[in-house]
């Protein structure tokens, strides 16, 4: 057989992101678990970062062409099972994002609304939130935003804090199929993460919360969804697993520098490593 058939082949997602190099957080995070998730993952910078594992220092944006024409080389190249969209960068190439994949709405697409580091570094500016609200949010087949990122997203100025129901009903009203919010920042005892559809919650679970904080946690939920869509679950299934693969990509977490622990995104592969002897 043609190993070059197209029964052959993994299934393909295309990632929009910013570069991280510390292999963290953004395009790095995503190549690195679209690849463990049995994907092949295809990349478009949308930006060249100067960050660390203790924060962003500066944010370089590409040209919008070039973010586009990125795109559209590969995508008249090779078949896209799904899209996935990370920080973005600047208002222009939200607009060339938005172009681009309004040409292939067959394909999902997963958008990650980045806002701020993890250090709390504003990644975006308030016009960047409303043209990601007005041109990316309607498109997308499932939005991923953690509780600050949800309210921040729908909020009107000078609102009081709304639920997380609330955000979730304004974010579907735009449009949207699916809106996953995840409840890191809460306090709570555990984290719950909740899938919401346009007829209400289609499924909430809770994860123990784990000690730390993560660098590139959000970027690992996304592209988890993004590969299991990719691989054919439905949207119920494919938040469950990746949510099951991202729990425990923190839990086999490093801290490799000063700041926050990194994911481990091939955790599976040191997974038969000889186990500590019980003790009597």
Known sequence: MDPSAPSQLPPIVLAFAAT??????????????????????????????????????????????????QARCVLEDMPVAAFKVGMVGSIENIAAIAEVVSDYPEIPLILDPVLASGRGDELVTDEMISALRELL??????????????????????????????????????????????????????VTNTLYGQDGVVRSDNWERLPGSYHGSGCTLASAIAATIANGLNIGDAVQDAQEYTWQTLKAAFRPGMGQHIPDRLFW????????????
Request: net charge negative; with cysteine.
């Open 137 to 190: 949010v309607p498109q997308s087949t499932i939005i991923t935003p953690n509780s600050i990122e949800a309210r921040r997203l729908t909020q009107e100025e000078g609102e009081e804090d709304i639920d997380l129901a609330e955000c979730a009903r304004r974010l579907l009203a735009t449009g949207c199929e699916y809106v996953l919010i995840t409840g890191t920042h809460e306090n709570t005892t555990q």
């Open 20 to 69: 991280d190099p510390s292999g963290g957080a953004g395009l790095q995070a995503d190549m690195l678990t679209l690849a463990s998730m049995g994907c092949h993952p295809l990349s478009v910078v949308t930006a060249v970062t100067i960050q660390d594992t203790m924060g962003v220092e500066e944010v370089m944006a590409l040209d919008a062409e070039w973010v586009a024409d």
């Open 269 to 280: 592969a040191r997974e038969d490593e000889p186990a500590d002897e019980p003790s009597d």
